[in-house]
């Protein structure tokens, strides 16, 4: 069943050498900012729901660098003149 893609691959195998990737740069899965990057996405998440004034008595925070203001058990995000609710995981 593979013995053409073989044959077809054949002639280029001296010119493959070993695989490149190294702990460090940012686009391996092992890399500091690659980790930082996709915790970010994984712990604020946008909601469909937008207000255009936050409620009393918010506060401003940081998470991963993302400004974000805490509301009672609410996150808010600034977002184009506007809050978007974020859930925070």
């Given at each position: 069943m593979f013995?053409?893609?073989v044959d077809?691959?054949?002639p280029f195998a001296p010119f493959v050498g070993?695989?490149?990737a190294r702990?460090?740069?940012p686009l391996t899965p092992g890399s500091v900012a690659g980790v930082a990057r996709r915790?970010?996405?994984r712990t604020i998440r946008r909601s469909t729901v937008?207000?255009?004034r936050l409620p009393t008595a918010c506060v401003k925070t940081s998470i991963n660098g993302t400004v974000l203001w805490h509301c009672g058990?609410?996150?808010y995000q600034p977002y184009?003149?506007?809050y978007v609710v974020v859930h925070v995981q």
């Open positions: 013995a053409g893609l077809a691959v054949g070993e695989a490149q702990v460090g740069h915790t970010t996405r937008y207000v255009a058990t609410t996150y184009g003149g506007r």
